[in-house]
């Protein structure tokens, strides 16, 4: 059973920052896409950042600069730091798993992320 565990959220004042954990079981983690995804309340799910097996990272334009996306393949855990933050960044945060040349695709359940002082 696939299992994709986040973690690190909470409330944070603006201009602080957090990092974020997603800890995977039941998939061999280092052939993975790990991603962030986010989503606000009342707004569609949004890209946030990924890397690939090879470390290999990509950022959406909102977090570029702010954002640091990190794995560990022996911990089987994905990992985002994001500092500067904003009320913008307020939403639940998402990790995804994705395969390169297979289907397989997984969603975690999310740690939510409250920007507010």
């Known amino acids: 059973q696939v299992q994709l565990v986040e973690s690190g959220g909470g409330l944070v004042q603006p201009g602080g920052s957090l990092r974020l954990s997603c800890a995977a079981s039941?998939?061999?983690?280092?052939?993975?896409?790990m991603n962030w995804y986010r989503q606000a309340p009342g707004k569609q799910r949004e890209f946030v950042a990924a890397?690939?097996?090879?470390?290999?990272?990509n950022y959406a334009d909102s977090v570029k600069g702010r954002a640091t996306i990190f794995r560990d393949n022996s911990r089987k855990t994905v990992y985002l730091q994001i500092r500067s933050l904003n009320r913008e960044d307020t939403a639940v945060y998402l990790c995804?798993?994705?395969?390169?040349?297979?289907?397989?695709?997984?969603w975690g359940q999310g740690t939510q992320v409250t920007v507010s002082s």
């Open positions: 890397i690939t097996k090879h470390y290999g990272t």
């Open positions: 995804n798993a994705n395969h390169p040349t297979a289907t397989s695709n997984y």
């Open positions: 039941g998939i061999i983690f280092s052939d993975y896409i």
